[in-house]
């Protein structure tokens, strides 16, 4: 993933285009999401976007117990082992 350090086009933006889970996230942007990585961890929000540079933005939503605020998180593709998406059943 990402540009290799020897190859001359590696100040441009790198894209994701070779990986599957973060070409077919993008389309989800604005929706629901779980993702879950590779360590095991779930987060689960709004997607915000997913970058140029490989990397997934979502917002959490505050939760009561424990008491946490909103929050960014974000993640890097190539951590991402899987992710769900809940669509609207209409």
């Keep these: 993933m990402g540009c290799r350090k020897d190859k001359s086009d590696c100040n441009k933006k790198c894209s994701c285009k070779k990986d599957c889970l973060c070409r077919i996230l993008k389309k989800?942007?604005?929706?629901?999401?779980?993702?879950?990585?590779?360590?095991?961890?779930?987060?689960t929000g709004e997607l915000i976007k997913v970058t140029s540079d490989c990397c997934v933005k979502i917002i959490e939503p505050v939760t009561m117990s424990p008491l946490l605020s909103e929050r960014l998180t974000v993640i890097r593709c190539k951590d991402i082992e899987s992710f769900s998406v809940d669509l609207l059943s209409g």
Excluded: A, P
């Design 28 to 43: 989800f942007k604005h929706s629901e999401v779980t993702i879950r990585t590779k360590s095991g961890d779930f987060f």
